[in-house]
Nanobody
Framework: VQLVESGGGLVQAGGSLRLSCTAS????????MGWHRQAPGKQRELVAV???????NYADSVKGRFTISLDNVKNTVYLQMNSLKVEDTAVYYC??????????WGQGTQVTVSS
């Protein structure tokens, strides 16, 4: 199973970015997909997660600004990030949890928000 992420980059505070992550390979069924992030000198933290069926969950720090969505046909998860803040700067990692299989991480994509 491979995860390919895209959409990171440099943006000014208050701007927007959209991340995407596609899972491919031997996938029977997805339980959930999500995004974590890791800023320099800090631990990796959950940003948002969305199950195949059910409601998404968000970290308090991104509620109302970020929206996660899942395309079950394409096995692709999106993270729409609006009203970005300098403290959102981090490497963002995609994660997929599969039915009957282990979970997988993406390689990470850098998001940098300038003041």
């Amino acid at each position: 199973v491979q995860l390919v992420e895209s959409g990171g980059g440099l943006v000014q505070a208050g701007g927007s970015l959209r991340l995407s992550c596609t899972a491919s390979g031997s996938i029977f069924s997805v339980n959930f997909m999500g995004w974590h992030r890791q800023a320099p000198g800090k631990q990796r933290e959950l940003v948002a997660v969305v199950p195949k069926a059910g409601r998404a969950n968000y970290a308090d720090s991104v509620k109302g600004r970020f929206t996660i969505s899942l395309d079950n046909v394409k096995n692709t998860v999106y993270l729409q990030m609006n009203s970005l803040k300098v403290e959102d700067t981090a490497v963002y990692y995609c994660y997929v949890d599969l039915v009957g299989q282990r979970g997988y991480w993406g390689q990470g994509t850098q998001v940098t928000v300038s003041s």
